[in-house]
């Protein structure tokens, strides 16, 4: 089935903008890890434990409540948040092990 070519035309520009959002989305998040690293050598010196059951479940309600006034479910926002506290976790951990 052929489509428009306004709408081929229509789709390259989302895709685009898309590709665009995902790229910032990537930097943001190395941004965010690179914070993680400046917290697990702190951790680190200091002695405390990477996992922070109580910070993680504040930082998880946080970003359920923002993703619920971007119409993002609940489920979606605490998978990204357990996949992205894995790779802080990881990162803390490789920190902590070259100690």
């Known amino acids: ?4 070519k306004g709408t081929d035309q229509t789709l390259q520009v989302s895709r685009k903008k898309i590709d665009s959002l995902d790229k910032a989305l ?3 998040l190395g941004e ?3 914070v993680v690293k400046g917290i697990g050598i702190y951790k680190a010196q200091n002695n ?3 996992l922070q059951t109580d910070r ?3 930082v998880v309600e946080k970003s359920i409540e923002a993703g619920k006034k971007e119409g993002l479910s609940e489920t979606f926002i605490t998978e990204l948040m357990n996949a992205i506290h ?3 976790l990881r990162i803390e951990e490789e920190i902590k092990a070259q100690k």
């Open 1 to 4: 089935m052929k489509t428009p």
């Open 26 to 28: 990537i930097a943001l």
């Open 32 to 34: 965010r890890e690179r």
């Open 48 to 50: 405390i434990p990477a």
């Open 56 to 58: 993680f479940k504040q």
């Open 86 to 88: 894995k790779e802080s």
